[in-house]
């Protein structure tokens, strides 16, 4: 399980300058987080008074932590990052809840043993950070996830994946450029071409250590780790919400 261990996404992430930029970045990247991020509280269907525990698997700013406590106030919520810095920042974004947030620095391979008390878990989610895992990553994580659910729980993620056909992914990652210049332009007020975009999402891809994985693969994996159910929540092009009940 090693080959993604604290390699370089744990760096490219943690780093000031991608800390501070990463909120308007993401709103350039994914324009569907918010979007996204509320299906994923739609989805579960607890009582909004419910005294709920949440993992939330790539807490990044705290963007999704945020927007579940807005939704579910009485929830509690384990916020796992590989990132010191970017739990620095989502605590300033949860500044306001922090006795209902536990942070945890770890890596998700690391989990099982950060964290072997973990149990009795209400719903697992994540917001775009699942896509950096290997799929035999993936299969330990969603095994281990299975083990620390309560009857019944949910998993729920928002993730990016690649197009089952070639055609459609060219054409998928075609439109996420255009849509990608246009927002440059109006949140960086700043002009780029389709090709220099291209180039520096590619960089970017391999710099963050993006192993993109067919939806399909994902939802594949959820079954075999015991999950009695995998569904496909939303889908708009390359990105989804997706999950499993236990």
């Known amino acids: 399980m090693g080959k993604n261990t604290l390699r370089e996404t744990v760096y490219a992430f943690n780093n000031t300058n991608t800390v501070e930029t990463y909120d308007i970045d993401m709103d350039v990247w994914h324009p569907n987080r918010i979007k996204m991020a509320s299906i994923v509280c739609e989805v579960l269907p607890f009582d909004r008074a419910e005294n709920l525990r949440f993992l939330d698997l790539g807490v990044g700013t705290g963007y999704l932590s945020h927007k579940i406590i807005e939704i579910f106030p009485n929830a509690t919520i384990v916020a796992v990052d590989a990132a010191e810095l970017m ?24 989990l099982p043993n950060t964290m072997k008390d973990l ?28 083990s620390i659910l309560k009857p019944h729980g949910w998993f729920v993620g928002c993730d990016i994946f690649k197009a089952s056909d070639a055609i459609l992914e060219a054409r998928f990652r075609r439109l996420h450029f255009q849509g990608i210049q246009e927002r440059t332009r109006t949140f960086k007020h700043q002009e780029k071409s389709l090709d220099q975009i291209s180039s ?25 780790a015991g999950f009695r159910s995998a569904e496909c929540f939303w889908k708009e092009y390359r990105e989804a919400v997706y999950g499993g009940i236990k």
Not at 92 to 110: A, G, I, M
Not at 123 to 145: D, G, M
């Open 119 to 146: 149990s009795h878990i209400d719903a697992v989610v994540s917001s775009f950070a699942l896509h950096h895992l290997y799929k035999e990553e993936k299969e330990f994580l969603f095994r281990y996830i299975h």
């Open 87 to 110: 739990i620095d920042k989502a605590k300033l974004r949860l500044k306001n809840h922090l006795e209902q947030v536990t942070f945890q620095l770890s890596t998700f391979q690391e």
């Open 200 to 224: 520096e999402l590619s960089d970017k891809e391999k710099k963050d250590g993006d192993h993109l994985l067919f939806l399909t693969d994902d939802l594949q994996i959820i079954t075999e």
